[in-house]
Nanobody, 121 residues
Framework: QVQLVESGGDLVQPGGSLRLSCIAS????????MAWYRQAPGKERELVAN???????NYADSVKGRFAISRDTAKNTVRLNMNSLKPEDTAVYYC???????????????WGQGTLVTVSS
């Protein structure tokens, strides 16, 4: 069993900043790519950013220059620093990870429960 737990979602004014955190726990051998997705009301879930085990990153065009993803591989955590937030960033943000588990050995794609970010004045 592997769980991802997000935190940090909140109500923030346009132009403000937030930091989301996600920690993985369970029978983890290693975590490969970790990512943040978001889903706004009435829209499909979309990739915000991801980071490989080696630290390579990829961002959606809409957040480039404003958001930064980072991870602590030893602590099985990933963070998303969000700056210059806009109303269109309002969404539920989900943590995602590609996890290799032990006992049994297998690869899983795991999702967190989501954390709500609301950008509004």
């Amino acid at each position: 069993q592997v769980q991802l737990v997000e935190s940090g979602g909140d109500l923030v004014q346009p132009g403000g900043s937030l930091r989301l955190s996600c920690i993985a726990s369970g029978t983890i051998l290693r975590i490969n790519t970790m990512a943040w997705y978001r889903q706004a009301p009435g829209k499909e879930r979309e990739l915000v950013a991801n980071i490989t085990r080696g630290g390579g990153t990829n961002y959606a065009d809409s957040v480039k220059g404003r958001f930064a993803i980072s991870r602590d591989t030893a602590k099985n955590t990933v963070r998303l620093n969000m700056n210059s937030l806009k109303p269109e960033d309002t969404a539920v943000y989900y943590c995602n990870a590609e996890v290799m588990t032990i006992n049994p050995y297998r690869n899983l794609e795991v999702w967190g429960q989501g954390t709500l970010v609301t950008v509004s004045s």
